[in-house]
């Protein structure tokens, strides 16, 4: 649940439930605050799962479960993934070395039961494992502007931070804060505010109302904007799906020690390609997400989301699409009837940035 339901609300949020959670959907007109996004910057209560890990193995504990290295420096994080036996993706997460713990971020439904996993894993090493989920709040603030927004609030003798997945504190206005450097799944400028769930008030009042012009905005814009950036998503794209399918290079060290799946990973990189790839596709009309795709008369795939981003003169859509198959001749089942969709790079809209979870085959 949003820690700030009743501030959300005198600013006109209206909300709904996003993986067991209630979230802002949108506090009216979203396709203007798209535009205010990414034409300036916007901020975003962000709703994750977050993890705790201490204790002296915590480092090279999650270091063996996850696909990417877990940086030993304090202020740097990751982007890694949780695989099953299958090489499939059981969950994303950031990995963030705060000194003495780690902090652990995933979809808002994944952190318990990673908890209660990984919990069953420790044997005789000194990790400790809290679920810190309703202590934290989150802020995501997006677009070309987003770092003089920033910098017009954060206090504290520091700069914002300028590399990716790495992070620096400070305070704005009475709360105290850790800002991330994102890695721009909107396909703008990015950073993450985290605070204390009591000083969650303080800091979001701050980012609206304080330095900079902002404007507030909910996951139904959140949506169109990684959507027009060509972002695959945790519950749209990467859940149950094998990461070089998806071209998820961001979330791999094929350098690093074994983790559970790298055997799977490790095959299809040898190979050179995998046998589907995520696309995308312009269209006359929405599919549903499942969408049949095909490639002539052959079954080729199916659309993982679909939408009319505000940006874009005509309807767009992802998809999963087997490699070998001719993206020239691409139609999509939609109501009954196969409409014509044309193969187009990603992102569909280019920002300030590019999202790091582009495809890359």
């Known amino acids: 649940m949003t820690v700030l339901p009743e501030v959300h609300e005198r600013h006109g949020a209206t909300f709904r439930e996003y993986d067991g959670r209630r979230v802002v959907d949108s506090y009216g007109r979203p396709d203007r605050t798209h535009h205010a996004v990414r034409k300036g910057v916007g901020v975003i209560e962000t709703r994750y799962g977050i993890l705790q890990i201490s204790g002296d193995d915590r480092v090279e504990f999650v270091d063996n479960a996850v696909t990417n290295a877990v940086p030993t420096e304090n202020g740097r ?8 036996p299958q090489g499939k993706i059981e969950t994303d997460l950031y ?19 990673l908890a209660e996993s990984w919990r069953e894993n420790v044997f005789i090493q000194d990790v400790a494992i809290e679920n810190a989920t309703e202590d934290l709040a989150v802020f995501g603030v997006h677009g070309p502007t987003a770092t ?14 300028d590399e990716e997945l790495t992070f620096v504190r400070g305070s704005m ?15 703008e400028e990015g950073y993450e505010v985290v605070c204390a769930a009591d000083d969650a008030h303080e800091a979001f009042e701050t980012l609206i109302t304080r330095g900079n012009n902002a404007v507030p905005f909910g996951y139904r814009t959140w949506e169109s904007l990684t959507l027009e950036a060509g972002t695959p998503m945790f519950e749209t794209e990467l859940d149950g799906t094998v990461p070089n399918v998806l071209g998820l290079r961001n979330a791999l060290d094929f ?29 006359e009309s929405v599919p549903e997400a499942g969408a049949a795709v095909f490639a002539g008369d052959s079954h080729a795939g199916e659309v993982t989301r679909a939408g009319h981003p505000p940006l874009r003169d005509s309807p767009v859509a992802l998809a999963f699409v087997g490699f070998n198959h001719d993206l020239d001749t691409l139609t999509v089942r939609v109501d009954g009837e196969q409409v014509a969709a044309s193969h187009e790079p990603l992102p569909f809209v280019e920002g300030s940035e590019r999202s790091a979870r582009l495809p890359e085959y």
């Open 77 to 84: 994080g990751v982007y890694a993934l949780l695989l099953d």
């Open 255 to 283: 350098s690093k020690g074994c983790y559970v799946g790298q055997e799977v990973v490790s095959k299809i990189e040898n190979r050179g390609r995998p046998s589907r790839r995520l696309v995308g596709l312009a269209l």
């Open 95 to 113: 990995v963030y070395n705060a000194g003495e713990r780690l902090l652990c971020f995933t979809p808002p439904g994944e952190a318990a039961p």
């Open 173 to 187: 206005g009475e709360a105290g804060v850790t800002v991330i450097r994102t890695d721009n799944l909107p396909g």
């Open 148 to 161: 003089e927004k920033v910098a017009s609030v954060l206090h504290g003798g520091v700069g914002s931070p």
